[in-house]
């Protein structure tokens, strides 16, 4: 193992750019056609002067981070830029020589107070930093020449428990060190709340030649992983997911993950829900398949709850009130059994909570948790594949990917066909070329080729097109 590295952040970016869905995604209370990707773009300086550039990217997404109805989409995306410049303006104030995950740390809680006082809840206050902690770890994999996996393995980053005092007793290198990623990964598709089933649901087709049904994503894709999103309306529910399961009837060895999006009042309503769909005749084989149930509950009452006796019945996984370091661990307390990784709530609190669960699963002789990998629509390019990287690095064998069938590959980004051939030659297993020049995910037996995400650099191998992207504008006065 290599000693953690120290370095000094000389500058951080940010830029911007539109996003265009080719089809409505519709998820808890938003229906999204369009919204902005946050790029980052940072530097760090060795002490012996070696320096590199590395960058991130994450979509802006509204009524997700902050689900307030008196708030527009408008007013969440520029929570979000609140969120990065407050990073910015905290990880370049400081020149001082730290580890990637010394640098972190210095600024989480201070970070998350600050978003306090202006009104931002920590989902929101930890993007900023997620998104830095990403572009300056892809730095520093770079100037060190080194990937993601390797640095991880090593623990260049120097992660330790100083801020997750339940583990304290855990070896965190030994834990880094016997990660093995794997060369696939399952892909799961999502399913949104006004996504067509069959050709008949089809009003507006947009017939670009791509799957627009999930018959046609079940023709053409070949997954055997779906997530299904629920209203919360039992009734509605009960008969959209009848119907989905009436399409999904003959995909071999099938898995099925629920999403409630926060759309249930509390565990009760949720346990009626789940009873319902048990004791629906043409959904059998569907409750069957579910492997868990994902933020069924609003996060407002969802760590006040016990929810045991629902979690009896079926896996629960925490996801929108995954807020902090420590809310897994309170969840834990409540019944709950399972925690997401995503990388817009930070690489290293999927990291601590996997070294949680590989700590309480050893402990127990047993499986008592788990984590998943679920998606926020992340881009083709940098936002797609570090969350690969981070989810495959953790061990996942499935992760839940949207993005490339709501947004078509690069083209959904302004049609950026330089920088779409540069990704694809960066990691030509993972992307295919279309004729018109834009790179889409390539999607083969349900399957996603994870073999170039080893190169140099935090899963990077090209990186955006810096002079074509918007600088990402200062607050209005």
């Known amino acids: 193992m290599r000693d953690a590295l120290t370095f000094s952040i000389a500058a951080v970016e940010l830029y911007e750019r539109p996003v265009h869905l080719r089809l409505p995604f519709r998820f808890g209370v938003v229906t999204l056609t369009h919204c902005p990707q946050a790029f980052v773009r940072a530097q760090v300086v060795l002490p012996d002067g070696r320096s590199a550039w590395g960058g991130s990217a994450e979509l802006m997404a509204p009524k997700w981070f902050d689900k307030n109805l008196a708030l527009s989409n408008e007013d969440n995306f520029e929570q979000l830029r609140q969120s990065l410049r407050a990073a910015q303006g905290a990880y370049t104030s400081d020149h001082g020589a730290a580890t990637a995950f010394g ?127 629920v209203s919360g309306n039992t009734a509605a529910d009960i008969d959209r997911l009848s119907r989905i399961a009436a399409v999904l009837r003959d995909v071999p060895d099938c898995q099925i993950t629920l999403d409630g999006n926060e759309q249930f009042a509390d565990a009760h309503s949720a346990a009626a829900f789940w009873k319902s769909v048990q004791g629906t005749p043409a959904l059998q084989v569907l409750a069957a398949q579910t492997l868990y149930i994902e933020q069924p509950i ?150 996603l080729d994870l073999r170039s995400l080893g190169a140099p650099g935090f899963a990077s191998g090209a990186l955006p097109d810096w002079h074509n992207l918007q600088t990402m504008a200062a607050p209005a006065p």
């Open 103 to 229: 640098h972190f740390s210095a600024h989480y809680g201070s970070l998350i107070t600050q978003g306090a006082s202006s009104g931002l809840n920590p989902l929101v206050a930890c993007y900023g930093p997620a998104m830095v902690d990403r572009a300056v770890l892809d730095a520093l994999c770079r100037v060190a020449g080194v990937s993601f996996y390797q640095a991880m393995c090593a623990n260049l980053a120097g992660i330790d428990a100083r801020l997750t005092p339940d583990l304290a007793e855990v070896d965190m290198g030994r834990v880094l060190y016997s990660l093995t990623p794997a060369p696939h990964i399952a892909l799961r598709h999502t399913v949104g709340l006004v996504d067509p089933i069959t050709a008949a649901d089809v009003t507006k087709p947009v017939s670009d030649g791509l799957p627009e049904t999930l018959q046609e994503v079940v023709a053409a894709t070949g997954c055997r992983y779906y997530k299904l999103k």
């Open 298 to 447: 609003s996060r407002a009452t969802a760590l006040q709850s016990d929810v045991r006796p629902l979690a009896a019945m079926r896996p629960l996984l925490i996801d929108e009130s995954d807020g902090t370091l420590e809310a897994f661990t309170q969840a834990l307390e409540l019944g709950y059994t399972g925690v997401s990784s995503k990388q817009c709530k930070g690489i290293y609190r999927s990291i601590l909570n996997a070294a949680r669960c590989r700590a309480r699963n050893e402990k127990a002789g047993q499986a008592v948790c788990f984590m998943s990998a679920e998606d926020l629509t992340t881009q083709a390019g940098l936002a797609v594949q570090q969350d690969l990287a981070l989810v495959n690095l953790i061990g996942l064998t499935h992760v839940e990917r949207n993005g490339h069938h709501y947004v078509d590959g690069f083209a959904g980004q302004g049609g950026a066909s330089a920088e779409a051939k540069a990704f694809h030659d960066a990691h030509p297993g993972l992307y295919e070329m279309t004729p018109a020049g834009n790179a889409r995910l390539r999607i083969h037996a349900g399957n």
